[in-house]
């Protein structure tokens, strides 16, 4: 397959590669910071759209596992499958299953599943249209897609404080070498309609930036390690970065933080040419009996 021209952006790598390596001390907790900032929100979301007993789950890009271990123990789903290209942070437990694997691979097929949920991995995908319909695909008649990113919420207009003027530097320096691109973002509903689903809806959380938060933590963390790309960009120095991470850390922050967008929508149930449609699949799953 052609690749779309932005698949062809990115210089230098790809997510855990240039940026966000795996093997550099501190990751697991980054992740789980960004974890603590938003398990919440997801679950709520999850419970709302009907997640629970009898759902066939599939997480992508599973990180540390958060979501799918809480699936699990408080949704009480019947399986998890916790699919990442790296596993060396999933917290295992009886019960998920998992799966290394490239979910941009065009041969990515484990099944069927009733819930199919990825939150921030498509904005770090190049390939993320053909891979939102490839996961739509993965989504058994009558379940839900639910894909959460980060949402850059600033315009022209934002005041500019030192967390602003890092965060240009992090979204741009995150496109030139990974090819990171939260502009998709908030396409995301009109994505999930074009890839087949129905009753498709989105939300936005964002999460105040106080000093010490969980959040407050994952930018500093996540400017950290990302600061030769943002240096690269030209739009911040090392004070400048240094600036951001004192302002994030101190009562004078008023910047607001880029937001978590949730965006679900519903594969119809299948309907025979001649007949009533099916009741819906309590396995999750007609292809590999998930
Ligand atoms: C920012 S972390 C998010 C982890 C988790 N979903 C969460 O929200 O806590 C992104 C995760 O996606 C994984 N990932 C990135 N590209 C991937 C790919 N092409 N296939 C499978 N996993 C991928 C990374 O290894 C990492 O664990």
Redesign the pocket.
């Known amino acids: 397959m052609t690749p779309a021209p932005h698949e062809d952006a990115r210089s230098d790598g790809?997510?855990?590669q240039a940026v966000f390596r795996?093997d550099q001390e501190g990751e697991g907790a980054r992740?789980d910071f960004?974890?603590l900032a938003?398990d919440d929100i997801t679950m709520t979301r999850l419970r709302a759209l009907g997640v629970g007993p009898g759902w066939h789950c599939l997480d992508?890009?599973?990180?540390?596992g958060?979501?799918s271990r809480r699936l699990l123990d408080e949704a009480g789903v019947a399986s998890v499958l916790a699919?990442?290209?790296?596993l060396r942070?999933l917290t295992r437990r009886p019960g998920l299953d998992v799966l290394e694997?490239?979910?941009?691979a065009p041969d990515f097929d484990p099944g069927r599943f009733r819930l199919v949920h990825?939150?921030?991995?498509l904005m770090?995908?190049p390939e993320r249209d053909r891979v939102i319909t490839a996961l739509a695909e993965l989504v058994a008649p009558g379940g839900v897609l639910v894909l959460s990113d980060a949402v850059d919420l600033t315009s022209d207009r934002t005041p500019g404080t030192p967390y602003t003027a890092v965060m240009r530097a992090l979204w741009q320096g995150l496109r030139d070498t990974i090819g990171t691109d939260v502009s998709w973002v908030p396409s995301y509903p009109h994505l999930l309609r074009g890839a087949g689903l129905v009753s498709v809806a989105a939300e936005i959380h964002v999460p105040p930036l106080l000093p010490g938060s969980p959040i407050s933590r994952f930018w500093a963390d996540t400017w950290q390690r990302s600061r030769a790309a943002m240096l690269a960009t030209g739009l911040v120095d090392e004070a400048a970065i240094e600036e951001a991470v004192r302002y994030l850390d101190s009562d004078e922050c008023a910047a607001l933080s880029a937001g978590m967008l949730t965006a679900w929508g519903r594969k119809p149930e299948s309907v025979p040419p001649d007949g009533p449609p099916t009741a819906p699949d309590q396995s999750g799953g007609d292809r590999a009996a998930r």
């Open positions: 790809r997510y855990g795996p992740i960004g974890a938003y992508v890009g599973a990180g540390t958060t979501v699919v990442d290209r790296d942070f694997a490239d979910v941009t990825a939150r921030f991995v770090h995908l």
